[in-house]
Protein backbone atom coordinates (compact mmCIF):
# COMPACT_ATOMS: atom_id res chain seq x y z
CA UNK A 1 0.00 0.00 0.00
CA UNK A 2 1.81 3.06 -1.08
CA UNK A 3 2.24 6.58 0.55
CA UNK A 4 -0.05 8.29 -1.92
CA UNK A 5 -3.25 5.18 -1.47
CA UNK A 6 -5.82 6.88 0.17
CA UNK A 7 -6.24 4.70 3.58
CA UNK A 8 -10.46 3.83 4.65
CA UNK A 9 -9.53 3.55 7.81
CA UNK A 10 -12.96 2.75 8.49
CA UNK A 11 -12.93 -0.41 6.65
CA UNK A 12 -9.67 -1.71 7.85
CA UNK A 13 -10.73 -1.50 11.33
CA UNK A 14 -13.62 -3.50 10.91
CA UNK A 15 -11.45 -6.06 8.65
CA UNK A 16 -8.66 -6.29 11.82
CA UNK A 17 -10.99 -5.92 14.69
CA UNK A 18 -13.14 -9.18 13.22
CA UNK A 19 -9.59 -10.89 12.35
CA UNK A 20 -7.76 -10.49 15.87
CA UNK A 21 -11.18 -10.87 17.63
CA UNK A 22 -10.94 -7.95 20.20
CA UNK A 23 -7.52 -5.63 20.86
CA UNK A 24 -6.51 -7.19 24.38
CA UNK A 25 -5.99 -10.42 26.37
CA UNK A 26 -4.65 -11.27 29.64
CA UNK A 27 -1.49 -13.57 29.96
CA UNK A 28 1.07 -14.43 32.75
CA UNK A 29 3.21 -12.61 34.18
CA UNK A 30 4.31 -15.45 36.75
CA UNK A 31 6.83 -18.82 35.50
CA UNK A 32 4.53 -21.45 34.70
CA UNK A 33 7.35 -24.25 33.80
CA UNK A 34 6.18 -27.41 35.48
CA UNK A 35 3.04 -29.10 37.17
CA UNK A 36 3.99 -28.28 40.44
CA UNK A 37 3.53 -24.34 39.67
CA UNK A 38 0.17 -24.26 40.54
CA UNK A 39 0.40 -25.05 43.83
CA UNK A 40 2.12 -21.87 43.85
CA UNK A 41 0.01 -19.67 41.98
CA UNK A 42 -3.38 -21.39 43.07
CA UNK A 43 -4.31 -23.98 45.50
CA UNK A 44 -3.01 -25.04 48.15
CA UNK A 45 -0.24 -22.06 48.13
CA UNK A 46 -2.84 -19.35 47.24
CA UNK A 47 -4.45 -19.61 50.39
CA UNK A 48 -1.81 -18.23 52.33
CA UNK A 49 -2.02 -14.52 50.17
CA UNK A 50 -5.96 -14.71 51.16
CA UNK A 51 -4.68 -14.66 54.61
CA UNK A 52 -2.69 -12.13 54.80
CA UNK A 53 -4.87 -9.75 53.01
CA UNK A 54 -7.95 -10.56 55.67
CA UNK A 55 -5.49 -10.21 58.24
CA UNK A 56 -3.45 -7.03 57.56
CA UNK A 57 -6.21 -5.06 56.04
CA UNK A 58 -7.65 -3.91 52.00
CA UNK A 59 -4.43 -2.51 51.19
CA UNK A 60 -1.96 -5.68 51.39
CA UNK A 61 -3.94 -6.12 48.23
CA UNK A 62 -1.76 -4.09 46.43
CA UNK A 63 1.07 -5.85 47.12
CA UNK A 64 -0.27 -9.47 46.51
CA UNK A 65 -2.50 -8.86 43.71
CA UNK A 66 -2.85 -7.21 40.14
CA UNK A 67 -4.60 -4.26 41.69
CA UNK A 68 -1.25 -2.08 42.60
CA UNK A 69 -1.42 -1.68 38.72
CA UNK A 70 -4.83 -2.02 37.44
CA UNK A 71 -7.39 0.39 36.00
CA UNK A 72 -11.57 -0.64 35.06
CA UNK A 73 -12.42 1.78 32.33
CA UNK A 74 -16.20 2.11 33.23
CA UNK A 75 -18.67 3.44 30.52
CA UNK A 76 -22.94 3.22 30.25
CA UNK A 77 -22.11 4.21 26.64
CA UNK A 78 -23.91 7.29 26.65
CA UNK A 79 -21.67 9.24 24.63
CA UNK A 80 -19.02 7.27 22.78
CA UNK A 81 -16.14 9.47 20.95
CA UNK A 82 -18.31 11.50 18.31
CA UNK A 83 -21.33 8.87 18.06
CA UNK A 84 -23.66 9.66 21.09
CA UNK A 85 -25.12 7.43 23.00
CA UNK A 86 -24.95 3.81 21.03
CA UNK A 87 -25.00 1.73 24.01
CA UNK A 88 -22.86 -0.31 26.08
CA UNK A 89 -21.81 -3.36 23.66
CA UNK A 90 -21.48 -0.49 21.08
CA UNK A 91 -18.87 1.49 22.96
CA UNK A 92 -17.11 -2.10 23.99
CA UNK A 93 -14.75 -1.22 21.21
CA UNK A 94 -13.71 1.77 22.33
CA UNK A 95 -12.76 0.76 26.18
CA UNK A 96 -10.52 -1.91 24.74
CA UNK A 97 -8.64 0.79 22.47
CA UNK A 98 -8.32 2.66 25.65
CA UNK A 99 -6.94 -0.60 27.26
CA UNK A 100 -4.98 -1.01 25.08
CA UNK A 101 -3.43 2.32 25.17
CA UNK A 102 -3.13 2.65 29.14
CA UNK A 103 -0.75 -0.70 28.85
CA UNK A 104 1.10 0.35 25.38
CA UNK A 105 1.94 3.27 26.67
CA UNK A 106 1.82 3.47 30.28
CA UNK A 107 2.27 -0.32 31.56
CA UNK A 108 -0.73 0.05 33.16
CA UNK A 109 -2.96 -3.61 32.93
CA UNK A 110 -6.56 -2.43 32.08
CA UNK A 111 -10.34 -3.80 32.30
CA UNK A 112 -12.83 -2.52 29.93
CA UNK A 113 -16.62 -2.60 31.60
CA UNK A 114 -19.35 -1.85 29.80
CA UNK A 115 -22.32 -1.66 31.89
CA UNK A 116 -26.13 -1.61 30.66
CA UNK A 117 -27.47 1.26 33.61
CA UNK A 118 -27.96 5.05 32.92
CA UNK A 119 -29.00 5.76 36.09
CA UNK A 120 -26.11 7.23 38.27
CA UNK A 121 -26.54 6.51 41.42
CA UNK A 122 -26.99 2.61 40.56
CA UNK A 123 -23.95 3.06 38.64
CA UNK A 124 -22.10 4.81 41.55
CA UNK A 125 -23.44 1.78 43.42
CA UNK A 126 -21.61 -0.74 40.66
CA UNK A 127 -18.45 0.75 40.84
CA UNK A 128 -18.36 0.98 44.55
CA UNK A 129 -19.05 -2.52 44.82
CA UNK A 130 -16.24 -3.31 42.42
CA UNK A 131 -13.26 -1.00 43.86
CA UNK A 132 -11.91 -4.26 45.51
CA UNK A 133 -10.80 -5.14 42.41
CA UNK A 134 -9.41 -2.55 40.91
CA UNK A 135 -6.09 -0.14 41.74
CA UNK A 136 -7.97 3.04 40.13
CA UNK A 137 -11.49 3.95 38.16
CA UNK A 138 -11.50 5.34 34.53
CA UNK A 139 -14.65 6.81 33.89
CA UNK A 140 -14.96 6.64 30.16
CA UNK A 141 -17.64 8.34 27.25
CA UNK A 142 -20.79 8.97 29.88
CA UNK A 143 -23.22 11.71 29.20
CA UNK A 144 -22.71 15.07 30.54
CA UNK A 145 -23.87 16.48 33.14
CA UNK A 146 -24.07 13.08 34.76
CA UNK A 147 -20.34 12.98 34.46
CA UNK A 148 -19.78 15.62 36.83
CA UNK A 149 -22.28 13.90 39.16
CA UNK A 150 -20.43 10.31 38.99
CA UNK A 151 -17.12 11.86 39.41
CA UNK A 152 -17.39 14.06 42.49
CA UNK A 153 -19.16 11.69 44.32
CA UNK A 154 -16.97 8.54 43.17
CA UNK A 155 -13.98 10.93 44.14
CA UNK A 156 -15.61 11.21 47.32
CA UNK A 157 -16.61 8.03 48.30
CA UNK A 158 -13.67 5.26 46.88
CA UNK A 159 -10.30 4.65 48.64
CA UNK A 160 -8.58 4.38 44.91
CA UNK A 161 -7.99 7.21 42.27
CA UNK A 162 -11.15 8.08 39.80
CA UNK A 163 -10.76 9.99 36.81
CA UNK A 164 -12.93 11.18 33.93
CA UNK A 165 -10.52 11.33 30.78
CA UNK A 166 -13.27 13.13 28.41
CA UNK A 167 -12.79 15.96 31.79
CA UNK A 168 -9.45 15.76 32.83
CA UNK A 169 -7.32 14.14 30.03
CA UNK A 170 -8.69 16.29 27.17
CA UNK A 171 -7.96 19.49 29.47
CA UNK A 172 -4.62 18.81 30.46
CA UNK A 173 -3.69 18.24 26.87
CA UNK A 174 -4.81 21.15 25.86
CA UNK A 175 -3.26 23.35 28.71
CA UNK A 176 -0.11 21.49 27.80
CA UNK A 177 -0.40 22.86 24.45
CA UNK A 178 -1.86 26.30 24.98
CA UNK A 179 0.92 26.59 27.13
CA UNK A 180 3.43 26.69 24.53
CA UNK A 181 1.26 28.57 21.86
CA UNK A 182 1.19 31.44 24.40
CA UNK A 183 5.09 31.07 24.29
CA UNK A 184 5.57 30.80 20.81
CA UNK A 185 2.95 33.91 19.92
CA UNK A 186 4.37 35.81 23.02
CA UNK A 187 0.95 36.32 24.76
CA UNK A 188 0.37 35.69 28.56
CA UNK A 189 -2.54 33.74 30.04
CA UNK A 190 -3.34 35.96 32.59
CA UNK A 191 -3.77 38.90 29.49
CA UNK A 192 -5.65 36.32 27.04
CA UNK A 193 -8.89 37.04 25.72
CA UNK A 194 -10.30 33.01 25.71
CA UNK A 195 -13.41 31.34 23.99
CA UNK A 196 -14.45 28.17 25.10
CA UNK A 197 -16.64 26.68 22.64
CA UNK A 198 -18.66 24.00 23.44
CA UNK A 199 -19.17 23.49 27.28
CA UNK A 200 -19.37 19.75 27.47
CA UNK A 201 -17.22 18.14 29.78
CA UNK A 202 -13.73 19.03 28.06
CA UNK A 203 -13.92 22.40 28.14
CA UNK A 204 -16.23 22.92 31.72
CA UNK A 205 -12.90 20.94 32.76
CA UNK A 206 -10.18 22.76 30.93
CA UNK A 207 -12.13 26.34 32.31
CA UNK A 208 -10.72 24.85 35.81
CA UNK A 209 -7.79 23.84 34.83
CA UNK A 210 -7.13 27.61 33.05
CA UNK A 211 -8.30 29.41 35.76
CA UNK A 212 -5.56 27.85 38.12
CA UNK A 213 -2.84 28.47 35.55
CA UNK A 214 -3.99 31.91 35.38
CA UNK A 215 -6.27 32.69 33.27
CA UNK A 216 -9.08 35.36 34.47
CA UNK A 217 -12.78 34.44 34.04
CA UNK A 218 -13.62 38.05 32.83
CA UNK A 219 -11.41 37.37 30.23
CA UNK A 220 -13.38 33.86 29.42
CA UNK A 221 -16.38 33.57 26.78
CA UNK A 222 -18.31 30.30 27.08
CA UNK A 223 -20.53 29.52 23.65
CA UNK A 224 -22.92 26.47 24.08
CA UNK A 225 -25.10 24.95 21.96
CA UNK A 226 -27.97 27.60 22.15
CA UNK A 227 -25.09 30.49 21.56
CA UNK A 228 -23.00 32.45 23.71
CA UNK A 229 -23.14 32.09 27.79
CA UNK A 230 -24.17 34.86 29.15
CA UNK A 231 -25.59 35.44 33.06
CA UNK A 232 -29.19 37.31 31.99
CA UNK A 233 -29.78 34.68 29.14
CA UNK A 234 -33.23 33.16 29.88
CA UNK A 235 -32.16 29.28 30.73
CA UNK A 236 -29.23 30.25 33.13
CA UNK A 237 -31.23 30.93 36.04
CA UNK A 238 -32.81 26.61 35.33
CA UNK A 239 -29.06 25.82 35.44
CA UNK A 240 -28.93 25.99 39.09
CA UNK A 241 -30.87 23.14 39.13
CA UNK A 242 -29.67 21.02 36.26
CA UNK A 243 -26.58 21.90 35.83
CA UNK A 244 -24.89 23.89 38.53
CA UNK A 245 -21.52 23.27 36.93
CA UNK A 246 -22.10 25.21 33.91
CA UNK A 247 -24.25 27.70 36.19
CA UNK A 248 -21.25 28.93 38.09
CA UNK A 249 -19.45 29.17 34.94
CA UNK A 250 -22.42 31.71 33.66
CA UNK A 251 -22.47 33.99 36.48
CA UNK A 252 -17.97 34.01 36.39
CA UNK A 253 -17.68 34.51 32.95
CA UNK A 254 -18.33 37.23 29.98
CA UNK A 255 -18.76 40.18 32.39
CA UNK A 256 -19.59 42.15 29.67
CA UNK A 257 -22.78 39.93 28.53
CA UNK A 258 -21.90 39.70 25.38
CA UNK A 259 -24.61 38.04 23.48
CA UNK A 260 -23.65 37.45 19.92
CA UNK A 261 -20.60 34.40 18.68
CA UNK A 262 -18.97 37.19 16.23
CA UNK A 263 -18.86 39.86 19.03
CA UNK A 264 -17.49 37.13 21.75
CA UNK A 265 -14.52 36.32 18.50
CA UNK A 266 -13.58 40.57 18.17
CA UNK A 267 -10.65 41.13 19.52
CA UNK A 268 -10.34 36.85 21.28
CA UNK A 269 -6.44 35.64 21.07
CA UNK A 270 -7.38 31.77 21.93
CA UNK A 271 -10.17 29.89 20.95
CA UNK A 272 -10.29 26.38 22.62
CA UNK A 273 -13.48 24.36 20.47
CA UNK A 274 -14.72 20.99 22.09
CA UNK A 275 -18.26 20.62 20.44
CA UNK A 276 -19.55 18.80 17.78
CA UNK A 277 -17.99 17.82 14.50
CA UNK A 278 -17.43 20.36 11.50
CA UNK A 279 -16.51 21.48 9.45
CA UNK A 280 -17.95 24.96 9.18
CA UNK A 281 -18.98 25.22 13.47
CA UNK A 282 -16.15 27.87 13.60
CA UNK A 283 -16.29 29.98 10.56
CA UNK A 284 -13.75 31.35 8.91
CA UNK A 285 -15.16 35.37 9.32
CA UNK A 286 -15.35 35.01 12.90
CA UNK A 287 -11.45 34.10 13.20
CA UNK A 288 -10.66 36.95 11.51
CA UNK A 289 -12.10 39.29 14.09
CA UNK A 290 -9.63 37.42 16.41
CA UNK A 291 -6.25 39.39 17.47
CA UNK A 292 -2.90 39.06 15.52
CA UNK A 293 -1.16 36.04 16.09
CA UNK A 294 -4.45 33.97 17.01
CA UNK A 295 -4.83 30.71 18.71
CA UNK A 296 -7.34 28.28 17.63
CA UNK A 297 -7.67 24.74 18.88
CA UNK A 298 -10.00 22.99 16.73
CA UNK A 299 -10.58 19.68 18.68
CA UNK A 300 -13.66 17.71 17.57
CA UNK A 301 -13.52 14.10 16.08
CA UNK A 302 -13.65 12.72 13.33
CA UNK A 303 -13.89 16.48 11.58
CA UNK A 304 -12.29 19.67 13.33
CA UNK A 305 -15.07 22.87 14.06
CA UNK A 306 -13.08 24.55 11.33
CA UNK A 307 -10.32 22.98 9.06
CA UNK A 308 -7.15 24.16 9.77
CA UNK A 309 -6.14 25.76 6.21
CA UNK A 310 -9.28 27.53 6.90
CA UNK A 311 -8.23 28.92 10.21
CA UNK A 312 -4.32 29.72 8.87
CA UNK A 313 -6.21 31.55 6.19
CA UNK A 314 -8.87 33.30 7.88
CA UNK A 315 -5.24 35.09 10.27
CA UNK A 316 -4.58 32.21 12.68
CA UNK A 317 -1.07 31.55 13.71
CA UNK A 318 -1.41 28.47 15.54
CA UNK A 319 -3.66 25.64 14.68
CA UNK A 320 -4.40 22.08 16.56
CA UNK A 321 -6.81 19.69 16.30
CA UNK A 322 -7.70 16.06 17.62
CA UNK A 323 -6.27 14.38 15.05
CA UNK A 324 -3.10 12.73 14.14
CA UNK A 325 -2.66 13.51 10.30
CA UNK A 326 -2.41 17.14 11.20
CA UNK A 327 0.17 19.26 13.09
CA UNK A 328 -0.36 19.31 16.97
CA UNK A 329 -2.64 16.66 17.55
CA UNK A 330 -4.26 17.18 21.34
CA UNK A 331 -4.35 13.93 22.21
CA UNK A 332 -5.65 12.61 25.57
CA UNK A 333 -3.63 9.77 25.32
CA UNK A 334 -0.74 12.00 25.97
CA UNK A 335 -1.64 12.33 29.26
CA UNK A 336 -3.90 9.47 31.18
CA UNK A 337 -0.69 6.45 30.23
CA UNK A 338 1.40 8.70 31.95
CA UNK A 339 -1.08 9.53 34.44
CA UNK A 340 -1.99 6.43 35.66
CA UNK A 341 1.46 5.33 35.47
CA UNK A 342 2.75 8.17 38.15
CA UNK A 343 -0.21 7.56 40.27
CA UNK A 344 0.24 3.58 40.51
CA UNK A 345 3.96 3.69 41.12
CA UNK A 346 3.30 5.59 44.47
CA UNK A 347 -0.39 3.42 44.73
CA UNK A 348 -1.89 7.07 45.56
CA UNK A 349 -5.20 6.80 47.06
CA UNK A 350 -7.06 9.81 45.50
CA UNK A 351 -6.03 11.92 42.39
CA UNK A 352 -6.19 15.81 42.33
CA UNK A 353 -6.14 18.79 40.07
CA UNK A 354 -2.73 19.57 41.23
CA UNK A 355 -1.34 16.18 40.07
CA UNK A 356 -3.41 16.74 36.57
CA UNK A 357 -1.30 20.65 36.51
CA UNK A 358 1.59 18.40 37.38
CA UNK A 359 0.69 16.73 33.76
CA UNK A 360 0.23 19.32 31.64
CA UNK A 361 3.76 21.34 32.60
CA UNK A 362 5.43 18.25 32.19
CA UNK A 363 3.83 17.98 28.60
CA UNK A 364 5.01 21.49 28.06
CA UNK A 365 8.43 21.63 29.34
CA UNK A 366 9.32 18.05 27.01
CA UNK A 367 8.18 19.32 24.44
CA UNK A 368 9.69 22.98 24.61
CA UNK A 369 13.23 21.41 25.67
CA UNK A 370 12.74 19.18 22.65
CA UNK A 371 11.62 21.76 20.27
CA UNK A 372 8.76 23.77 20.05
CA UNK A 373 7.38 25.54 16.65
CA UNK A 374 4.15 26.36 15.20
CA UNK A 375 3.02 22.74 14.29
CA UNK A 376 4.73 21.26 17.30
CA UNK A 377 3.49 22.40 20.28
CA UNK A 378 2.98 18.79 22.47
CA UNK A 379 4.80 15.98 21.64
CA UNK A 380 3.97 13.08 19.81
CA UNK A 381 3.00 9.50 21.27
CA UNK A 382 5.62 8.10 19.74
CA UNK A 383 7.87 9.97 22.40
CA UNK A 384 8.53 7.51 25.19
CA UNK A 385 10.16 9.53 27.26
CA UNK A 386 7.76 12.65 27.62
CA UNK A 387 5.74 10.08 29.15
CA UNK A 388 8.29 8.77 31.51
CA UNK A 389 8.81 12.62 32.42
CA UNK A 390 5.00 13.17 33.25
CA UNK A 391 4.38 10.10 35.22
CA UNK A 392 7.49 11.22 37.48
CA UNK A 393 5.78 14.72 37.67
CA UNK A 394 2.52 12.96 38.62
CA UNK A 395 3.94 10.59 41.21
CA UNK A 396 6.25 13.27 43.22
CA UNK A 397 3.48 15.58 43.62
CA UNK A 398 0.97 12.92 45.00
CA UNK A 399 4.38 11.95 47.58
CA UNK A 400 4.12 15.90 48.45
CA UNK A 401 0.42 15.69 49.05
CA UNK A 402 0.43 13.20 51.03
CA UNK A 403 -1.56 10.81 48.89
CA UNK A 404 1.38 8.23 47.73
CA UNK A 405 1.19 5.09 50.21
CA UNK A 406 4.79 4.30 48.97
CA UNK A 407 7.57 6.95 48.85
CA UNK A 408 10.65 5.65 46.75
CA UNK A 409 13.97 8.04 46.28
CA UNK A 410 14.16 10.12 42.63
CA UNK A 411 16.34 7.41 41.33
CA UNK A 412 14.07 4.84 42.21
CA UNK A 413 11.15 6.40 41.11
CA UNK A 414 12.26 7.15 37.84
CA UNK A 415 13.98 3.43 37.39
CA UNK A 416 10.77 1.77 38.54
CA UNK A 417 8.56 4.13 35.76
CA UNK A 418 11.11 3.53 32.69
CA UNK A 419 11.13 -0.11 32.95
CA UNK A 420 7.07 -0.07 33.07
CA UNK A 421 6.83 1.90 30.09
CA UNK A 422 8.89 0.15 28.41
CA UNK A 423 8.15 -3.17 29.31
CA UNK A 424 5.32 -3.02 26.69
CA UNK A 425 7.19 -2.17 24.13
CA UNK A 426 9.65 -5.18 24.31
CA UNK A 427 6.71 -7.46 24.79
CA UNK A 428 5.50 -6.66 21.99
CA UNK A 429 9.00 -6.87 19.63
CA UNK A 430 9.04 -10.33 21.24
CA UNK A 431 5.05 -11.45 20.01
CA UNK A 432 5.69 -10.27 16.75
CA UNK A 433 9.12 -11.83 16.22
CA UNK A 434 7.28 -15.10 17.54
CA UNK A 435 4.49 -15.19 15.67
CA UNK A 436 2.57 -15.18 19.33
CA UNK A 437 0.96 -11.86 17.67
CA UNK A 438 0.19 -12.30 13.72
CA UNK A 439 1.14 -9.69 11.44
CA UNK A 440 -1.90 -10.21 8.70
CA UNK A 441 -1.71 -8.84 5.23
CA UNK A 442 -3.62 -6.28 5.54
CA UNK A 443 -1.45 -4.92 8.37
CA UNK A 444 2.05 -5.75 6.74
CA UNK A 445 0.71 -3.62 3.89
CA UNK A 446 0.62 -0.72 5.61
CA UNK A 447 3.59 1.61 5.03
CA UNK A 448 5.18 3.57 8.21
Not at 35 to 61: H, M
Not at 112 to 120: A, I, S, W
Not at 295 to 313: G, L, Q, R
Not at 343 to 350: D, I, Q
Request: proline share 6%; net charge neutral.
Amino acid sequence: MSSQTKIDWSALSVKLHKSYGGKIETVPKVPVTRLEDFNIWYTPGVAEPCRRIQKEGEDSSFDYTWRWNTVVVVSDGTRVLGLGDIGPAAGLPVMEGKCLIFKYLGGVDCFPLVVREKDPDKLIYIIKALEPSFGGVNLEDIESPKCFYLLEKLQETLDVPVWHDDQQGTALVTLAGLINALKITGKRIDHARIILFGAGAANMCAYRYLKVAGAKPENIIFVDSSGVLYRDRNDVESLKTKNPWKYRIAVETNPENIKEIPKAFEGADVVIAASKPGPGVIKKEWVKLMNKDAIVFAEANPVPEIWPWEAKEAGARIVATGRGDFPNQINNSLGFPAVFRGVFTVRARKMSDEMFLAAAYAIAKYAEETGIHEERIVPTMEETEMYVQEAIAVAEKAIELGYARRKPSRSDLEAEIREMIERPKKQMELFIKHGIITLYPEYKELKP
